[in-house]
């Protein structure tokens, strides 16, 4: 059977040749459904021609619908679009039953065969935008196909930045909307690694979503979703001169993006759309640096960093953990900084408690642990907790609830990490952890059966980079044993 039989497409080549557009799809019976357009649009004078796909159902199961556009070549006919974007869409839709969501800056990953070509092994997500005279769904998003190099450079820089390369690379703000599967790379093993010795990659850092930060009238705006605050709750922990990066989405009200320049001791670079003024410039990150002389914000690479007096940053610190507005003039020549807050989209939901060693800690999980048809609901969480230090040495080294907060945010970095790494046979992952003095910890992993050692690494890399509780001497250790994608049961652990 051809893939046009199996997608109910007519069999024939006199038949295909005679498919007009918008061409209509049923994927899943009375639920879900695609049509294929043809876009057509010009960018600096040059015409392109679009294969758009529109999901029409994602929408029923909680999914923003999905757009994917293919830039069609010249020696392609109209009636050549490939099959592979209407089969993902029908795997984003088993993955939403199951709740699992594509969002703005999400990324999926293809595996070595890649989307198309084996020189895109992932693809992010942006708010779709018109392409030409064609209106997308609202609030619909795009997928923007990724090279395996732009995905290397985004786990140390976020997505932002290689989205606002690509919008540089095609003249197009704040970055594309199609996809050209002939296009060479943003991000080369040179401007690589440069990336990995920038000031982001140097700093801890924390990925957050639904969020956006910009600059307008010499004032740093700030936006954070409310569910944010779990992120901060270990703020109180850190070393008052302990400096704290955010990576954040692309900010939809700016008219203008940061880019990054591989000269270091360049001037800030922006880009905007033709027209457009420029008035409001958004950035990839945030950095807060404390312990400073005094309080004002700049531009750093393609970013904002605020310098905060010691007691300055304590007053936000308050404000990110408890979710309430912050102003802060500067007080030299700079920019002011706003601090604001928005309602998620979506509210996480789960268990109240984690159990270790009989000593009830209060825990609200951003997952559920129930199960459908025997496939799990997320990626992966965790069945066993286990203390290996004991709880009366615990209690003189760290609060509990402080360990509690650590230990929840353990689990959160497995389960983004599966996420991202796509699903998977089940397998049983145990992770060894050791909390250090100087808000040091160290992992070790084992899994049955064994993941192969990159994605092993790449795991260990994620976790590195996150805090750890402060403790002032000797060490805290314990470990947990995780259920990804499903995995049977290691076993106790030891």
Known sequence: MT???????????????????PYELELVPDVLRASVVLSRFSLAGEEMICWTYVSDGLK???????????????????????????????TVFQHSIRKEFINIGSISEFGDVGFLSDDFP???????????????????????????????ASNYVGVSRIASLLGKSSMHFPCPVWNDLARK?????????????????????????DSGVSAADKVIDLQLPLSARHFFTQLSELAVDSALL????????????????????AAPLAISAPGLQGNRVAG????????????HGMIIE??????????TWEELRHSLVNGSPFYLPRQRDGYDFRLAWHQDEIAAIGPDTIEIHGVELGCHSAISKAETDGKTTVPAYATEINLLTHEKEIRSLIELDVLRRYIQHVEDIVRDHFMCMGESD???????????????????????????????????????ITYAPQINEKSVKFNMVFSVWGGKELGTAK
Request: proline share 5%.
């Open 426 to 464: 089940g397998f049983k992952l145990q992770l060894n952890c050791t909390i250090l003095p100087e808000r040091l910890a160290d992992f070790e992993v084992s899994s049955s059966p064994v993941m192969e050692a990159e994605d092993e690494v790449d795991l260990l890399d994620r976790l590195s």
């Open 3 to 21: 893939w046009w039989s199996s997608l109910g497409l007519p069999g024939t080549q006199v038949d295909k040749e005679s498919i007009k557009f």
């Open 302 to 311: 393609d970013g904002f960093a605020i310098s905060l007096k010691a007691e």
């Open 246 to 265: 955010l990576l954040l989405d692309f900010d939809e009200r700016a008219d203008a993006v940061l880019v990054f320049q591989q000269d270091k001791d």
């Open 60 to 90: 029923k199961v909680g999914q923003k619908e999905l757009l994917i556009s293919i830039k069609k070549s010249d020696e392609e006919k109209n009636s050549d679009f490939p099959q592979a974007p209407v089969e993902f869409f029908k």
């Open 122 to 152: 992932a693809a992010t997500y942006v708010n779709s935008q018109t392409l030409g005279d064609w209106f997308p769904p609202e609030n619909s998003l795009a997928t923007v196909l990724l090279t395996r190099e732009e995905l290397k």
């Open 284 to 295: 990839s990150f945030i950095c807060f640096a404390p312990a400073q002389s005094d309080d």
């Open 185 to 209: 790379s943003v991000v080369d093993d040179k401007l690589l690694a440069v990336m990995e010795e920038s000031f982001v990659a140097q700093m801890p850092r924390i990925l957050i979503r």
